[in-house]
């Protein structure tokens, strides 16, 4: 089946450190999302991509689509204490969504 | 802002018991979405639902799982016999359109036992 695998899995970061993360798949998708999860919670959505070689920034997030359309990377600039979770990209088509094994980020203060 | 709402927040069953997680999609959404996390894993795709049909559906979501929208604003997923695996956080997610931003819900945790 369809898999994505993202990395890094994790990471320790100073704050005000820029992070970067990437997925990679073997398959095309039609979408990219990116999505935070903290601790007993639902993901929540940070970035979404439609077009391949798209650049797309939320604040000090900045997501691009690959121009293969297989995989894509997320950009967090100046990281902060809050934005320790784990992070997730799913890429989407035909009516279901494949998420990636996720990028546990923690921040050091 | 509208969001995905679950109920229950947390749900204990005995195996070989039925449970049906409920779930109010975005109110203008048409594509719903039911996904399982194991515990410290990754978000697993169960079911996509569209027009009162199952779109997809992964080898995970077999016989004993089944899915309802019983009225204009409830999304259920029911597991007939609950087995000691299949505990994890389940979430629905909706979507305006397919190939589109997906909004999750909180979740609830199914603690078979």
């Known amino acids: 089946g369809q898999q994505l695998n993202q990395s890094p899995q994790s990471m320790f970061i100073q704050e005000g450190e820029d992070v970067s993360m990437n997925c990679t798949s073997s398959?095309?998708?039609?979408?990219w999302l990116w999505y935070k999860q903290d601790p007993g919670e639902g993901p929540v959505l940070l970035i979404a991509?439609?077009?391949?070689?798209e650049l797309t920034s939320n604040g000090r997030l900045t997501a691009q689509f690959g121009i293969t359309r297989k995989d894509s990377f997320l950009n967090i600039s100046a990281s902060i204490p809050s934005d320790v979770g784990i992070y997730f990209c799913a890429g989407s088509g035909t009516y279901k969504y494949i998420f990636g094994t996720g990028t546990r980020l923690k921040v050091l203060a | 802002e509208p969001e995905v709402t679950q109920t229950p927040s947390h749900q204990v069953t005995q195996m070989g018991q039925e449970v049906i997680l409920r779930c109010v999609p975005i109110s203008n959404h048409l594509y719903f979405y039911w996904y399982r996390q194991i515990l410290g894993q990754k978000v697993e795709f169960l079911v996509s639902f569209y027009n009162n049909e199952i779109s997809e559906k992964s080898e995970i979501f077999d016989d004993q799982f089944s899915v309802e929208r019983p009225d204009g604003s409830n999304f259920t997923l029911k597991i007939r016999s609950t087995k000691l695996e299949d505990s994890a956080m389940y979430f629905c997610?909706?979507?305006?359109?397919?190939?589109?931003?997906?909004?999750f819900g909180p979740g609830t945790r199914l603690t078979v036992t």
């Open positions: 997610a909706s979507s305006l359109v397919t190939d589109y931003e997906q909004y």
């Open positions: 398959s095309i998708f039609n979408t």
């Open positions: 991509l439609y077009k391949a070689g």
